[in-house]
């Protein structure tokens, strides 16, 4: 089993710049793609940004790129999103998933598609 803790959520303001960071631990051998979702009220879940742990592809939401970034550290198991010039409109529950499995677009979209899931940090963008 693969454990996955996001953090790094809380209260912003317009514009300001935020980093959230999931760390996975447990039987984290061989995960090979992990992403980041968001959910705002009302809405469904979506794909914000995904990294492939084997060649380190990236690929955003068209609402986030060139504002948020997808890394990894290997040796901490960590995966961050940056996330700058944020706006109201990025308030969500923002979630951590992997899985095993390679992906790629267009199944890397599909929630359905990851066997692991953090328990959801809170982001609020508001003045």
């Known amino acids: 089993q693969v454990q996955l803790e996001e953090s790094g959520g809380g209260l912003v303001q317009p514009g300001e710049s935020l980093r959230l960071s999931c760390a996975a631990s447990?039987?984290?051998?061989?995960?090979?793609?992990m992403a980041w979702y968001r959910q705002a009220p009302g809405k469904q879940r979506e794909l914000v940004a995904f990294?492939?742990?084997?060649?380190?592809?990236?690929n955003y939401a068209d609402s986030v790129k060139g504002r948020f970034t997808i890394s990894r550290d290997n040796d901490k198991n960590t995966v961050y999103l940056q996330k700058n010039s944020l706006k109201p409109e990025d308030t969500a529950i923002y979630y951590c998933?992997?899985?095993?499995?390679?992906?790629?677009?267009?199944?890397?979209?599909?929630?359905?598609?990851?066997?692991?899931w953090g328990q959801g940090t809170q982001v609020t963008v508001s003045s």
């Open positions: 990294i492939s742990t084997a060649d380190d592809t990236t």
């Open positions: 998933a992997a899985t095993r499995n390679v992906l790629t677009a267009p199944a890397m979209e599909d929630d359905r598609n990851y066997g692991y």
């Open positions: 447990g039987n984290t051998y061989r995960i090979n793609s």
